[in-house]
């Protein structure tokens, strides 16, 4: 247990360090293709209006305006992070694009969501699963504070299957990205780290089983970039209560 506290000490150091220039980062060194990314797996959810929605690890709230984007007269819409820098940030776009009063943010990790169970349509979480090292027991929380029949939808980096354009992608991620991150965000351990966790990252059939472990079904997903993102589609069964109820 010391270990995995550790472990989220130093990534949410990481993160409150990198929130200023996150956005401009992601947009850098995805050559903007997070910006797809993101559209995509909204878009795979067919969200209809009137539901409540979870993004989890939200940090500057860019998955939270693309819902926004896609659909109207939403319910409820929380974003959840556990970096407070994020957090300021995810405000400040929120209020400029006069998004904040329809949605709430709220300082809080995957592992310990403080939901009740059956509460949201639809959970979704970008980027942020390959930061936690409980990936089951994350989606286990995700699947219990869903309702029956709602959805989750998890985006995250990975690596492509082609073996020439993965010595490429290796290269880039390991030597480039690394120098580019630690230049403009001024912390060097920040993308020394994101190579690593991509790269331990479990490939989509593998993922796939510990999403039907916690419980999910109707389990897809859809190589994104000639496979250097990945978004994972599920549903709760529509007769499965909670773990908390089991």
């Given at each position: 247990?010391?270990?995995?506290?550790?472990?989220?000490?130093?990534?949410?150091?990481?993160?409150?360090?990198?929130?200023?220039?996150?956005?401009?980062?992601?947009?850098?060194?995805?050559?903007?293709?997070?910006?797809?990314?993101?559209r995509t797996m909204?878009?795979?959810?067919?969200?209809?209006?009137?539901?409540?929605i979870l993004d989890?690890?939200?940090?500057?709230?860019?998955?939270?305006?693309?819902?926004?984007?896609?659909?109207?007269?939403?319910?409820?819409?929380?974003?959840?992070?556990?970096?407070?820098?994020?957090?300021?940030?995810?405000?400040?776009?929120?209020?400029?694009?006069?998004?904040?009063?329809?949605?709430?943010?709220?300082?809080?990790?995957?592992?310990?969501?403080?939901?009740?169970?059956?509460?949201?349509?639809?959970?979704?979480?970008?980027?942020?699963?390959?930061?936690?090292?409980?990936?089951?027991?994350?989606?286990?929380?995700?699947?219990?504070?869903?309702?029956?029949?709602?959805?989750?939808?998890?985006?995250?980096?990975?690596?492509?299957?082609?073996?020439?354009?993965?010595?490429?992608?290796?290269?880039?991620?390991?030597?480039?990205?690394?120098?580019?991150?630690?230049?403009?965000?001024?912390?060097?351990?920040?993308?020394?780290?994101?190579?690593?966790?991509?790269?331990?990252?479990?490939?989509?059939?593998?993922?796939?089983?510990?999403?039907?472990?916690?419980?999910?079904?109707?389990?897809?997903?859809?190589?994104?970039?000639?496979?250097?993102?990945?978004?994972?589609?599920?549903?709760?069964?529509?007769?499965?209560?909670?773990?908390?109820?089991?």
């Amino acid at each position: 247990m010391k270990i995995v506290n550790m472990e989220l000490d130093f990534i949410k150091e990481m993160f409150n360090s990198i929130a200023p220039r996150y956005d401009f980062l992601n947009r850098l060194l995805s050559l903007r293709q997070d910006i797809y990314w993101r559209r995509t797996m909204i878009t795979a959810l067919n969200l209809p209006n009137n539901t409540a929605i979870l993004d989890v690890a939200c940090g500057t709230g860019d998955v939270l305006i693309e819902i926004f984007h896609q659909t109207n007269n939403q319910k409820l819409i929380i974003g959840a992070d556990f970096a407070p820098e994020m957090l300021k940030v995810a405000n400040t776009k929120l209020l400029k694009g006069d998004f904040s009063p329809k949605v709430q943010l709220i300082a809080g990790d995957g592992l310990h969501l403080p939901f009740a169970a059956h509460t949201f349509d639809a959970v979704t979480i970008a980027f942020g699963i390959r930061n936690i090292i409980d990936r089951k027991s994350a989606l286990v929380s995700f699947f219990d504070c869903l309702k029956p029949g709602g959805k989750v939808a998890i985006l995250e980096l990975a690596t492509p299957a082609n073996k020439f354009f993965l010595s490429l992608y290796l290269f880039y991620f390991s030597r480039i990205l690394p120098i580019i991150g630690a230049f403009f965000s001024k912390h060097l351990k920040a993308y020394d780290y994101l190579p690593a966790s991509v790269i331990n990252f479990p490939p989509p059939a593998e993922f796939a089983a510990i999403m039907k472990q916690a419980g999910f079904e109707g389990i897809i997903w859809r190589r994104l970039t000639m496979g250097i993102a990945t978004v994972h589609i599920g549903q709760k069964p529509l007769t499965r209560i909670s773990h908390e109820e089991n």
